[in-house]
């Protein structure tokens, strides 16, 4: 069994930064992709930025010169440094992990709002 827990999420204002981390830990032979994920109410929830274990890294275009994903191989942890936030980033953040499955964290809400 695999668990992940995320940390990080708040209210910020427009333009502010927030840091989100999420660790790894059980029955974890090697983690192939970490990454983060959003869902805004009403709305599917859509991939933030992934990073492999080789260091490729992908960003949604909306995320792009914003946002930042770093990965640590050997704790087994990621985080998503924010900035510039926007309204529109107002979301349950998930932090998603691909071993042999794919595992998700329980989500921290994002609010970014004056």
């Known amino acids: 069994q695999v668990q992940l827990v995320e940390s990080g999420g708040g209210l910020v204002q427009p333009g502010g930064s927030l840091r989100l981390s999420c660790v790894a830990s059980?029955?974890?032979?090697?983690?192939?992709?970490m990454g983060w994920y959003r869902q805004a109410p009403g709305k599917e929830r859509e991939l933030v930025a992934l990073?492999?274990?080789?260091?490729?890294?992908n960003y949604a275009d909306s995320v792009k010169g914003r946002f930042t994903i770093s990965r640590n191989n050997a704790k087994n942890t990621v985080h998503l440094q924010m900035n510039s936030l926007r309204p529109e980033d107002t979301a349950v953040y998930y932090c998603?992990?691909?071993?042999?499955?794919?595992?998700w964290g329980q989500g921290t809400q994002v609010t970014v709002s004056s």
């Open positions: 990073i492999t274990s080789g260091g490729s890294i």
């Open positions: 998603n992990a691909l071993i042999k499955s794919n595992y």
């Open positions: 059980g029955s974890i032979f090697r983690i192939n992709a």
